[in-house]
C-alpha cells in the first residue's frame, strides 16, 4: 500500500512548475502501461540554460511529486548540468514508489535529448562524449574518460526495434539499456543524454536491410550502420555540445597510414570488431579513441567489478539489436522482407524439394535446408525473382574472384587481406578495378560468398577500405 506523507501531498498539489512551457519548449514524455501514469515535461531553453522547466502528470502523488521536483531542480541550470540530474536526487523525498520516480526522470531526460538538438556549444577544452550502450564495454570506456580527467557526457541512440522481438532488454538501444546507461554515468556524477532516433534508423538501416532480404542479397546491416548512422549521429552530438573527441567502446585500434586515421584489429582478437567499423570515415576517427582496443574482454570485466559496476555482469548485447534476439527470418516476414517460396533444385535444375522463401537461405548454408542426400547439400545462389534456391555439393562453392560495388578504399592498394563475412579467415587477393567497383583475384578459393555480405580489406591490421558484395558471375 502507497504511504502519502503531508509533504508528499504538498508537493504533488504545488503548482508552480505545473503547466506549458511556452509554445517553443522541447516536450519529454514518459508512460507506464501497467498504471496508466503518464508525466510530460517542457524545458524552454535561452542558450546553453533551462530558462524554464514545467510538467503535466497525470498519475498517483509519487508521480506528480517526483515531476515536480525534478523540473524545481533543473530550472535556472545549464541543459548539460540538468542531464546529471536523476533518480538519486529526488527518490528520498519520493520514496515508496520508484517507479513513479524513474517515470518522471525517463520524461525529463526525453526533453533534455530533444533540447541538445538546438544547443551549439563551443568547443570545451577536455570535453568528449562517450557512447553509452549499457553494458560493460561502454561503462568501462567511461570510467577510463573519468580516470584520465576528462569531462564526458555520455550519449545513448534509442533506434528502433521490433516490437515482437522476444528480448528486446539485449538490444544496445532497447529502454532498458538506455537506463542503465544513464545510470552508469550518474554513479559516476557525469551527464548523460538519450537521443530518440528510432524514425531515421528505421529509414536508413532496418528498411535497407528487408529490401535488400527480399531481393536475394544477405546485408550485414551493423556495417552499414556504424559507416553512415551510428557514428556520423554521434560525432554531430559531439560537435553541438562542444567535445572534442568521441569515446566508444569498441574493440578497436587506431592506426595512421600516411597521416590518415584508420580502424585497426584490437588486442583481443576474439572480441575484435574492426570488420564492423570498416566504413566510418577517417575524418570521424580523426577524433575518436577506442580505449578497450588495447585489453582483453576478461580484463574489461574484471575493471567494472572492482569498480562495483552495475553492468560488470550484463550479457552481451545482440549483433542485430533491431531483431531483438528474436529469429531475422521471422523478422523479415512480419516487415515485408520475405522472399518467393519455390523449388529446391541442384544445378541441373532437377527438383529436390519446395521451400517457403529464399530470404531463409543464404550461400554455404547446409543447416535447415530440407532437403536429403548421399553427400552433404550447401546453398550455392538463390533467385529471388523466380523463388529458386540451388545446391550442391561445397565444392562448387569456390570463388576465385569476387566482385565489390560501392567501395571505399582508404588508401590506394593493390595487394590485401579480404575478409568476406565477419567470422570468416581472411584471404590474400589482388585489388583489381571495375567499372562496378573492385574485383578481387582471390590466392586461395573463398567458399559461401555471399551478396550483400561486407568485404573488408586489411593491410596488416589496419582496414585500409570495403565494400558491398555483388552477386557472383
Not at 7 to 23: K, M, N, T
Not at 84 to 102: F, L, N, T, Y
Not at 322 to 351: K, P, Y
Request: hydrophobic share 40%; aromatic share 4%.
Amino acid at each position: 500500500m502507497a504511504v502519502y506523507t503531508a509533504e508528499l501531498i504538498d508537493r504533488a498539489l504545488d503548482v508552480s512548475r505545473a503547466g506549458s512551457a511556452g509554445p517553443g519548449a522541447f516536450p519529454g514524455e514518459a508512460g507506464d502501461p501497467a498504471c496508466g501514469d503518464t508525466v510530460r515535461i517542457e524545458l524552454e531553453l535561452r542558450g546553453e540554460r533551462i530558462a524554464a522547466a514545467r510538467h503535466r502528470t497525470f498519475g498517483c502523488p509519487h508521480a506528480t511529486a517526483a515531476a515536480a521536483l525534478l523540473c524545481a531542480l533543473v530550472e535556472g541550470r545549464a541543459l548539460l548540468e540538468a542531464a546529471a540530474v536523476g533518480v538519486a536526487d529526488i527518490e528520498r523525498e519520493v520514496a515508496g514508489r520508484p517507479g513513479c520516480v524513474a517515470l518522471a526522470v525517463d520524461a525529463l531526460h526525453a526533453a533534455i535529448g530533444r533540447a541538445t538538438d538546438a544547443l551549439r556549444v563551443a568547443p570545451v577544452s577536455g570535453r568528449v562524449a562517450v557512447a553509452m550502450s549499457g553494458g560493460v564495454d561502454s561503462a568501462v570506456a567511461l570510467l577510463k574518460a573519468v580516470e584520465s580527467g576528462l569531462q564526458p557526457v555520455g550519449v545513448t541512440l534509442r533506434l528502433w526495434i521490433d516490437p515482437q522481438a522476444p528480448d528486446s532488454e539485449r538490444a544496445c538501444c532497447s529502454p532498458q539499456s538506455v537506463r542503465a546507461a544513464r545510470s552508469a554515468c550518474h554513479a559516476l556524477g557525469v551527464p548523460h543524454v538519450a537521443l530518440d532516433r528510432r524514425d531515421g534508423f528505421r529509414r536508413a538501416v532496418v528498411e535497407e536491410f528487408v529490401t535488400a532480404y527480399a531481393t536475394g542479397s544477405t546485408p550485414n546491416p551493423c556495417v552499414r550502420c556504424n559507416g553512415s548512422f551510428r557514428f556520423d549521429t554521434l560525432a554531430a552530438f559531439a560537435d553541438r555540445i562542444g567535445a572534442e573527441r568521441l569515446v566508444t567502446g569498441h574493440y578497436a585500434r587506431i592506426r595512421r597510414r600516411f597521416g590518415v586515421p584508420l580502424v585497426a584489429r584490437a588486442l583481443d582478437e576474439t572480441k575484435d570488431q574492426s570488420y564492423m567499423l570498416a566504413r566510418v570515415p577517417p575524418a570521424i576517427l580523426e577524433r575518436v579513441w577506442f580505449p578497450l582496443g588495447e585489453q582483453r574482454k576478461t580484463q574489461t570485466r574484471a575493471e567494472a567489478t572492482a569498480a562495483g559496476m552495475a553492468a560488470a555482469g550484463r550479457a552481451e548485447s545482440q549483433e542485430v539489436c533491431f531483431v531483438g534476439g528474436g529469429d531475422h527470418r521471422a523478422f523479415l516476414e512480419r516487415n515485408g522482407g520475405a522472399g518467393a517460396a519455390g523449388e529446391i533444385t541442384d544445378e541441373r535444375g532437377s527438383v529436390l524439394g519446395r521451400h517457403t522463401g529464399v530470404h531463409r537461405f543464404t550461400p554455404g548454408q547446409r543447416r535447415g535446408v530440407g532437403v536429403s542426400a548421399s553427400t552433404p547439400l550447401y546453398v550455392l545462389r538463390t533467385d529471388a525473382r523466380r523463388g529458386e534456391v540451388v545446391v550442391g555439393p561445397r565444392s562448387r562453392l569456390a570463388r576465385s574472384s569476387v566482385s565489390v560495388g560501392d567501395p571505399v578504399l582508404h588508401l590506394p592498394v593493390s595487394r590485401v587481406q579480404a575478409k568476406l563475412r565477419y567470422r570468416s579467415d581472411p584471404v590474400w587477393a589482388t585489388v583489381v578495378t571495375e567499372a562496378t567497383g573492385v574485383r578481387l583475384d582471390l590466392d586461395e578459393p573463398a567458399y559461401g560468398v555471399a551478396p550483400g555480405q561486407a568485404a573488408v580489406l586489411y593491410e596488416g591490421d589496419v582496414v585500409v577500405g570495403a565494400g558491398t558484395i555483388l552477386a557472383q558471375r
